[in-house]
């Protein structure tokens, strides 16, 4: 019976991730608290169930699941960086410029890229958040739905690889203006099949970016650097 109820939370955590990575926050909910049901602390499931909240504008729900970690687990990173972003977004109101500090605090979890386009798109505002979608060799970002770009390059691979494993991704504009569009692209979940994989090693970082919208309003990134994944 120990060994079904091991099988079975084994299951549920990789049906979590799949319905996350997919972007069905309401489906990947439910699992996470059918979870937790049985395991009522793990801290793990209380992150991503924080994160799914998030993303369900629940925000009094999302503060409870990461205070809970920082309970079990005072020094948890994850639960501490949410947890102070969510406290943030309650008291202040976002502005039209962002700081990028706060985006780029680590690095090795986090990137930058400038997208030039040349048509209007949807209006986009600094600090919002849009989607990702990851497929076989690229991702998609999204607002309300509505896609916005498709990504193909090694970093995109490189993303698509990692969220199937597990890791959640977030895509927070920067800024914007006539010709470009910047966004900042960061790990917001590892999974613990990925505790030793980097997101963004220096290696995959490209020396220039350009991104140009062709007429189906796709994006490809184009760089300098071909894909050196190892």
């Given at each position: ?36 049901n049985?395991q ?22 999302a ?21 102070s ?6 008291n ?39 989607e990702?979608?990851s ?15 498709e ?8 993303i ?22 910047n ?17 963004f ?13 062709n007429?189906?309003?796709?994006f ?11």
């Amino acid at each position: 019976m120990e060994l079904k109820t091991r099988n079975d939370l084994t299951f549920l955590k990789k049906s979590a991730i799949k319905e996350a990575s997919n972007q069905n926050w309401e489906r990947a909910k439910q699992i996470n608290l059918a979870i937790l049901n049985q395991q009522k602390n793990n801290i793990e499931t209380l992150n991503r169930l924080g994160i799914t909240y998030t993303k369900l504008s629940q925000k009094q729900n999302a503060i409870k699941c990461f205070e809970k970690v920082i309970h079990i687990s005072p020094n948890n990173r994850i639960a501490q960086k949410n947890l102070s972003a969510l406290h943030s977004a309650k008291n202040k109101k976002i502005s039209n410029t962002i700081d990028k500090k706060l985006l780029v605090n680590d690095s090795s979890k986090s990137i930058n890229l400038n997208f030039e386009h040349k048509s209007s798109t949807t209006s986009l505002t600094p600090g919002e958040n849009l989607e990702i979608k990851s497929k076989s060799d690229s991702i998609q970002i999204f607002k309300n739905k509505k896609l916005l770009s498709e990504i193909t390059n090694n970093i995109a691979k490189r993303i698509s690889k990692l969220t199937n494993l597990g890791n959640q991704y977030s895509c927070t504009v920067i800024g914007t203006n006539e010709n470009n569009i910047n966004v900042n692209i960061k790990e917001i979940h590892k999974s613990e099949s990925t505790v030793n994989i980097i997101s963004f090693p220096e290696y995959i970082k490209p020396h220039s970016e350009k991104l140009s919208l062709n007429h189906h309003s796709i994006f490809t990134l184009q760089t300098e650097d071909e894909d050196t994944e190892k």
